[in-house]
């Protein structure tokens, strides 16, 4: 069986950008391969972060994973900071890492561009971190939203200049995504992505909104003036996100969409978009809530722990024979 990991960071709420672009595939990949899922709360600090916010925040996500339907017999789920090995191999990937790889990342280039103030050293070693994460289990595949593929391709690199150095250690990973819903747009500003730390609570749903109040804000989701149902993301990327929205939630072709809506106007279009949110999101927080009650999360963390735990120690024990630090 074939190895697939995946993690997200317990920062902020979790929005249907984050289930459409990453925890769908994660339940459409779970009877497939071999799964680990975890909460990468070694990088939710990497930005300053509230000590209650954090435990809230990695609570939710993992009822939430739960309500989504990952199944805890067929995926080990945990905490990062539960498996010593990311902390050890990610240092040993940060020396790996060169200085101009990680000037490149994005996520780091945005926030200096943007002159934001006290960036962290964490911030700028960050995706040495998730090689480390991705690199310990020998995983084939990495299921990610777009905007995570850079750090994949970085993992690999880190993993050929491994192997080439000490010889095959790591399986080199790919990246997939979703064909539809690797980048869900904002509602508001359709141009910009849906995103945890945009602060933009019109543009965003998140899976535990109020479903009448997620309702009303696909119905006021921006638009065009071309009145006109079709995917063009670039003419019309308000009505090309909710089309990938129905479609992924629906688990109908955007094609098919597009004809049912032949020559009808925005407004059906966007109550029929407002309606299966809102019905997802009751289902979806219907589970959620009986899940936080019932004392689940605290066992499957602790299942997860020991699976992991077993799986990563075999493989820093052997990196580090292979690097000298065993005599
Ligand atoms: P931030 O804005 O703080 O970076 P985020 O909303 O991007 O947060 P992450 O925790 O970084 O959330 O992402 C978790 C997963 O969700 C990743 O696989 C990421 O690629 C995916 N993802 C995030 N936003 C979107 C989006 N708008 N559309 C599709 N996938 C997304
Ligand atoms: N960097 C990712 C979260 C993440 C991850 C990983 C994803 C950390 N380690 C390993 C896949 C594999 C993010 O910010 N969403």
């Not at 003036?225 to 629906?250: M, W, Y």
Request: net charge positive; proline share 3%.
């Amino acid at each position: 069986m074939k190895k697939m990991i995946s993690g997200i960071k317990p920062t902020g709420k979790l929005h249907l950008g984050n289930y459409i672009g990453a925890i769908q595939q994660f339940i459409k990949f779970q009877d497939e391969y071999s799964m680990m899922i975890f909460i990468a709360n070694l990088h939710a600090i990497t930005i300053k972060i509230d000590k209650k916010e954090l435990k809230e925040s990695t609570k939710q996500l993992i009822g939430l994973y739960l309500a989504s339907g990952l199944d805890p017999e067929k995926v080990t789920l945990f905490l990062q900071s539960d498996v010593p090995a990311h902390t050890q191999l990610g240092w040993i990937m940060t020396c790996n890492s060169h200085i101009g790889e990680l000037n490149r990342m994005t996520q780091y280039k945005d926030k200096v561009a943007k002159k934001e103030e006290n960036i962290t050293g964490g911030l700028f070693t960050y995706p040495s971190l998730m090689a480390a994460d991705i690199l310990l289990y020998d995983a084939d595949y990495v299921p990610v939203g777009i905007d995570q593929k850079q750090h994949v391709e970085l993992t690999r690199d880190l993993a050929e200049r491994f192997n080439n150095q000490y010889g095959e250690t790591f399986v080199v990973p790919q990246p997939i995504s979703p064909k539809v819903g690797a980048k869900i747009m904002s509602l508001s500003e359709p141009t910009k992505k849906m995103s945890k730390s945009y602060k933009d609570s019109k543009g965003t749903i998140d899976l535990l909104d109020e479903p009448n109040a997620a309702y009303k804000k696909v119905m006021s989701a921006v638009t065009d003036s071309v009145g006109i149902v079709r995917f063009d993301i670039e003419n019309q990327p308000g009505i090309a996100n909710l089309l990938t929205i129905l479609s992924t939630l629906k688990g109908e072709s955007i094609e098919n969409i597009v004809k049912r809506y032949d020559g009808k106007g925005y407004a059906e279009f966007k109550k029929e978009v407002a309606e299966v949110v809102k019905q997802f999101l009751i289902t979806l927080q219907a589970k959620y809530f009986s899940i936080m009650e019932s004392g689940k999360v605290e066992t499957v963390l602790e299942q997860g722990k020991t699976i992991a735990n077993q799986i990563a120690y075999k493989k820093i024990a052997k990196v580090y024979k292979k690097i000298g630090f065993t005599i």
